[in-house]
């Protein structure tokens, strides 16, 4: 319980940290085009500075809704369960916590950069995603406009609800510490994505501490090159307001096998660094 309200706090304390940085930085360079990331990528971090009244709206308003959200949701969530194996149910219920959690925190998202296919859901497609917040998964929730299963560490099974829920909408989990045990997960996915079902993957296998694009971990586009499904690269504008979610161009893995793996990430990192490093659209 401890680990899991961590969490919420952090999604409810995020989207101030975020309107504070962005008014110090509209009052310090009025009109200024912001490049995005530039404070991750400078050498010296910035010093996060939150207000007594933000702490208060975040700790006493915040994430007790988003606790109920949670909490209520995530019951019921788990009740449909038991009638519906497919997980479109539960997707539903994720997606309604999401909206309902964006819309509390009041942070604005644009979504840029996506081709006329950015979204076609007409053949399997890896969507690998950068983890720059606790917001990450509620904005997916609410801009990828279909169902999706989600690659996910096997400790979030720990967290009350949430990894209730994960378990029970056929994500795919995955136990790095015994990468054997989630033989049968990877090959459930594999037969999912081949038939269609969207993949959400985080390359980097973790939410990044500063800022910057982590390494890839090895293998992580194993499933999409036996797929042979195309992977799109999404990176995230936090730093000011309104938030941006950026789609990149599909990368084809068709005639690609495991032997390119590396070649692979090698170029979504490089697609996914290029919307990272990208000046904020007007």
Same mark, same amino acid.
């Given at each position: 319980?401890?680990?899991?309200?961590?969490?919420?706090?952090?999604?409810?304390?995020?989207?101030?940290?975020?309107?504070?940085?962005?008014?110090?930085?509209?009052?310090?360079?009025?009109?200024?085009?912001?490049?995005?990331?530039?404070?991750?990528?400078?050498?010296?971090?910035?010093?996060?500075?939150?207000?007594?009244? +933000?702490? #208060? @709206? /975040?700790?006493?308003?915040?994430? %007790? =809704?988003?606790?109920?959200?949670?909490?209520?949701?995530?019951?019921?969530?788990?009740?449909?369960?038991?009638?519906?194996?497919?997980?479109?149910?539960?997707?539903?219920?994720?997606?309604?916590?999401?909206?309902?959690?964006?819309?509390?925190?009041?942070?604005?998202?644009?979504?840029?950069?996506?081709?006329?296919?950015?979204?076609?859901?007409?053949?399997?497609?890896?969507?690998?995603?950068?983890?720059?917040?606790?917001?990450?998964?509620?904005?997916?929730?609410?801009?990828?406009?279909?169902?999706?299963?989600?690659?996910?560490?096997?400790?979030?099974?720990?967290?009350?609800?949430?990894?209730?829920?994960?378990?029970?909408?056929?994500?795919?989990?995955?136990?790095?510490?015994?990468?054997?045990?989630?033989?049968?997960?990877?090959? +459930?996915? #594999? @037969? /999912?994505?081949?038939?269609?079902? %969207? =993949?959400?993957?985080?390359?980097?296998?973790?939410?990044?501490?500063?800022?910057?694009?982590?390494?890839?971990?090895?293998?992580?586009?194993?499933?999409?090159?036996?797929?042979?499904?195309?992977?799109?690269?999404?990176?995230?504008?936090?730093?000011?307001?309104?938030?941006?979610?950026?789609?990149?161009?599909?990368?084809?893995?068709?005639?690609?096998?495991?032997?390119?793996?590396?070649?692979?990430?090698?170029?979504?990192?490089?697609?996914?660094?290029?919307?990272?490093?990208?000046?904020?659209?007007?």
């Amino acid at each position: 319980m401890v680990c899991r309200q961590s969490t919420l706090n952090k999604i409810a304390t995020t989207a101030e940290l975020e309107k504070e940085q962005a008014e110090l930085r509209s009052a310090g360079q009025p009109g200024a085009a912001v490049p995005a990331w530039s404070e991750g990528q400078s050498g010296a971090r910035p010093v996060r500075r939150h207000g007594w009244p +933000s702490r #208060l @709206r /975040s700790y006493f308003i915040l994430a %007790p =809704l988003i606790w109920a959200y949670t909490i209520i949701l995530g019951t019921v969530s788990l009740i449909c369960s038991l009638f519906d194996r497919n997980g479109r149910i539960q997707h539903k219920f994720a997606r309604l916590w999401s909206r309902l959690v964006m819309k509390t925190i009041l942070s604005p998202v644009k979504v840029t950069g996506m081709s006329s296919d950015g979204f076609d859901n007409s053949k399997p497609r890896v969507y690998a995603v950068t983890h720059a917040s606790a917001l990450d998964i509620p904005i997916l929730y609410v801009f990828l406009p279909f169902q999706f299963r989600i690659i996910f560490k096997s400790e979030l099974l720990a967290y009350p609800f949430v990894g209730w829920h994960l378990k029970r909408s056929a994500q795919v989990c995955i136990n790095q510490k015994n990468p054997a045990a989630s033989i049968g997960a990877v090959k +459930s996915a #594999l @037969r /999912s994505l081949r038939g269609g079902m %969207p =993949l959400v993957i985080f390359p980097e296998g973790g939410r990044t501490s500063d800022g910057r694009i982590q390494p890839f971990l090895p293998g992580t586009f194993f499933l999409a090159i036996k797929a042979q499904a195309d992977i799109v690269p999404i990176a995230y504008h936090i730093k000011c307001q309104p938030l941006e979610m950026r789609v990149g161009e599909p990368i084809s893995t068709a005639g690609l096998t495991v032997r390119d793996t590396e070649a692979v990430s090698a170029r979504v990192k490089a697609a996914i660094e290029t919307l990272h490093s990208a000046p904020r659209t007007t």
